[in-house]
């Protein structure tokens, strides 16, 4: 299975566009409490310890191996019926004329009834499982990893901009 992922990277089909798709989940909207204090000549900007927090969110995101762009998404959970409106929302961004081939993780749900009957429909899609143990050949995956500073955020709509 997994050297089948790589195929899918090293030699795309004709006429496919490979999508790694992961989710990034409860990314928090936090806004400090108190303005940072700007940088001056010999010392980094300085932010307080103390921060309100304002939910958080679910990132879907879909990397495009080829051109090195992200579909992106955030949703307020991660259910397989947000999986399946982040599925549309590829669908509507990728030319009607290529297969879309998807690198995912084993997350259950990718794998539901509804996920499945949505699949049905849209037959230009098919989906390429990691290994259980290989997340890592998801590249996507790779970028969502490690934590991000998403600067001050004052609601969760903040956040989702």
């Not at 939910?55 to 259910?79: E, M």
């Not at 399946?84 to 929302?89: A, I, K, S, V, Y």
Request: aromatic fraction near 6%; glycine fraction near 6%.
């Amino acid at each position: 299975m997994g050297t089948l992922v790589v195929g899918l990277y090293l030699a795309p089909p004709d006429r496919a566009l490979v999508l790694c798709v992961d989710e990034k989940p409860k990314i928090q909207a936090l806004q400090g409490t108190a303005p940072a204090f700007p940088l001056r000549p010999g010392q980094a900007e300085r932010v307080t310890h103390d921060y309100r927090r304002h939910g958080t969110l679910d990132l879907f995101a879909a990397l495009d191996v080829k051109a090195g762009t992200v579909i992106g998404s955030c949703k307020p959970r991660r259910r397989s019926a947000e999986f399946r409106t982040f599925l549309e929302q590829v669908e509507s961004s990728v030319a009607r004329d290529l297969e879309v081939r998807l690198v995912l993780d084993n997350l259950k749900t990718h794998k539901t009834t509804l996920v499945q009957d949505w699949l049905v429909q849209h037959p230009r899609f098919n989906l390429h499982f990691t290994p259980t143990s290989a997340s890592g050949l998801n590249l996507v995956e790779l970028d969502l990893r490690g934590p991000r500073a998403l600067g001050s955020c004052s609601s969760r709509r903040v956040l989702q901009e």
